[in-house]
């Protein structure tokens, strides 16, 4: 009977030990995967930053011939039927599990003279952020509405902007914890909480004074298209994009103008079909969708 609480302590002592070990263990594997994945963004990130700037870089080389200019490289041979089937497939493939995106300046949705004049003197500009966070952001708006929302944000605002301090959405300060979470789950998107088809609300909105104010639809996110436009029109936009060639502004306009949903906004005076420049004040995101890692490198 002596035996029976250095035997009982002997196992608790065992036990304790063994719950430390399993929290270590699962701790390094957690801060493992977690490693892994912030390589494999910044790798990702990397990757498409060089691809860019060789975008931009590259051009045709050419020699001058009798006052005419002859591009050296000509594709002579044409390929195989098979080498092009190759190609096909790995376009789809990579297309597939793309894990990078390019954000532009000029597709986002400029915020500055709503926060400026307020919802009366910009009610079209008022409608696109209200319709843009609804469609984004659905899971997020029970309790507090994004007309509620804007409303705040306004308010908490337009008092920096008139008295001509910097203006960023990340540092308002709300009216209370509840608010405050609600915004910063906003600003996170998808990357920290279960968000479908979202990533930040920076990805999307910007807040510039000398900006204009159309967005760039031939750069815009696709999510942001159908959050906008509705589900049936942005796809018929995206379709158009994808073609290339009947990405005019005379069959955006006729999506656009359609009967079934009409929109109370001029389409001149927020959209266009594209900028001139895409290239200033970009952004590239590479991500790791398990452990929901982004990073971030503009360009």
């Known amino acids: 009977m002596q035996f029976l609480p250095l035997l009982f302590s002997f196992f608790l002592m065992v036990s304790v030990a063994f719950s430390y ?37 590259s051009s045709p080389l050419k020699k001058p011939n009798g006052g005419k200019t002859e591009t050296l490289l000509k594709k002579t041979i044409p390929p195989s039927p098979r080498s092009s089937q190759k190609a096909e497939t790995s376009k789809k493939e990579s297309k597939k599990t793309r894990n990078y995106r390019r954000t532009y300046a000029c597709a986002k949705l400029n915020l500055y003279p709503l926060f400026k004049e ?17 469609g984004l952001f659905p899971e997020l708006f029970q309790e ?18 008139l008295a001509r301090q910097s203006l960023e959405i990340e540092t308002l300060v709300l009216k209370n914890a509840q608010w405050q979470n609600l915004l910063y789950r906003l600003l996170q ?15 999307y909105v910007k807040i510039q004074k000398n900006a204009g104010r159309t967005i760039c639809l031939k750069k815009c996110p696709p999510e942001m298209l159908t959050a906008l436009f509705g589900k049936t029109r942005g796809e018929k936009i995206l379709r158009l994009r994808s073609e290339r060639k009947e990405f005019k502004l005379a069959n955006i306009l006729a999506i656009y103008e359609e009967q079934t949903e009409i929109l109370p906004i001029p389409f001149k005076a927020f959209f266009c079909v594209s900028h001139s420049s895409h290239s200033s004040n970009g952004e590239i995101q590479a991500f790791d969708e398990k452990r929901r890692v982004c990073l971030k490198k503009p360009f």
């Open 21 to 57: 070990l399993f929290q270590g263990l699962r701790q390094s594997a957690l801060l493992n995967q977690d490693l892994a994945a912030h390589l494999s963004a910044l790798n990702n990130l990397e990757n498409c930053a060089q691809k860019s700037l060789f975008k931009q870089l």
């Open 118 to 134: 307020g919802r009366e003197n910009q009610k079209e500009l008022f409608f696109l952020l209200q319709k843009l966070l609804e």
């Open 144 to 161: 507090i509405t994004a007309e509620s929302l804007i409303l705040e944000l306004i308010q908490k605002a337009q008092p920096l902007i």
């Open 189 to 203: 998107g998808s990357q920290n909480y279960a968000l479908k088809n979202s990533f930040s609300l920076l990805d």
